[in-house]
C-alpha cells in the first residue's frame, strides 16, 4: 500500500458557522479506506505529524491532521525542542470544550467523505494524546463516537478520569516509565480507570516523554517508538480493518 496523494484541506468548524480550520491529508491507493485523525504534539501540525499521515496512508489508512490551534495560532508548527516553550504556552490557552467541537468536526467531515470508509479511529501525542482521549469519551457524530483510539503519552489524560466510563471504543495507551511531565503514579491512576476494560491496555515503557518525535532528539528513542508503532498499527488493523 502507499500513498497516492497528499494535500491541505479545510473542515467545517460548525454546521451553522461560517468557519473552517485547516487539515492535512494523506490518502492512501484504496478507497475508501478507513480513516484515522491524527492529534498533534505542542509543536504543531509539522514535519513529524506529517509524516506520520504519510507513514498511516502507506498502511492503507485515510489519514486526517487537523489545526487544533487554529483558534489561538493558526497554521503554527515548530520543528523540535526550539519551539516548546512557544507551543506549551498555546497548549495551556487550548480549550478543551471547542477543541472537542474541533474534533467532532472533524469526526463528522471524515465520516461523510466517500473516500472513508464507515469506521474511524485516532492516535494522539502529548498534548494530542490528551485530545485523543477526550475524542474517545467526548466525540460523537449522530450519537456515534470512534470505532478506535490510541492516545501516546497524554500529558493531561490524568485529569479527565472520571470521563473514563464514557469511553465506548477500543483504546491503547502508551506511556513512558521515565516521563518528566507525567509520574508514574498518574499512570497508574489510568491503569486503575480502565482496568475493568478487556478492550483497553495501557503500555509503559523504559523511555521518556515524546519518545515517539523522531524530529525531537533528546525526546526520541528508537527502540520504544518502533515496539509502540507497530502495536499501534496492529491495533488499528484488528479495529479498523
Known amino acids: 500500500m502507499v500513498t497516492s496523494r497528499y494535500d491541505n484541506i479545510t473542515v467545517d468548524a460548525h454546521a451553522s458557522a461560517e468557519q473552517t480550520f485547516r487539515a492535512f491529508v494523506a490518502v492512501p491507493d484504496r478507497s475508501p479506506a478507513p480513516a484515522v ?16 499521515a504519510v507513514r498511516l496512508a502507506d498502511n492503507g489508512f485515510h489519514a486526517v491532521v487537523p489545526d487544533m490551534f487554529w483558534r489561538l495560532k493558526p497554521g503554527f508548527e515548530r520543528r523540535d525542542e526550539t519551539g516548546l516553550a512557544e507551543g506549551m504556552e498555546l497548549a495551556t490557552r487550548l480549550d478543551y470544550e471547542l477543541a472537542v467541537q474541533d474534533m467532532t468536526a472533524t469526526l463528522a467531515h471524515v465520516r461523510a467523505d466517500p473516500g472513508c470508509s464507515p469506521r474511524a479511529g485516532a492516535v494522539g501525542f502529548c498534548l494530542g494524546g490528551t485530545l485523543a482521549y477526550l475524542f474517545a469519551t467526548s466525540a460523537r457524530v449522530d450519537g456515534r463516537g470512534p470505532d478506535a483510539v490510541v492516545s501516546y503519552y497524554g500529558s493531561a489524560v490524568h485529569d479527565h478520569l472520571a470521563l473514563a466510563s464514557d469511553i465506548e471504543c477500543p483504546m491503547l495507551f502508551h506511556f513512558g516509565d521515565d516521563d518528566p511531565y507525567i509520574s508514574r503514579a498518574q499512570i497508574a491512576a489510568v491503569e486503575a480507570a480502565v482496568a475493568n476494560r478487556p478492550d483497553i491496555a495501557v503500555h509503559r515503557y523504559a523511555a521518556g516523554h515524546a519518545f515517539s518525535n523522531f524530529d ?26
Open 37 to 52: 485523525v491524527l492529534f498533534q504534539e505542542v509543536f504543531g501540525v509539522n514535519d513529524n505529524m506529517r509524516q506520520l
Open 216 to 241: 525531537a532528539p533528546s525526546f526520541y528513542d528508537a527502540d520504544a517508538a518502533d515496539l509502540a508503532w507497530g502495536r499501534t498499527l496492529a491495533f488499528l488493523d484488528d479495529t479498523l480493518t
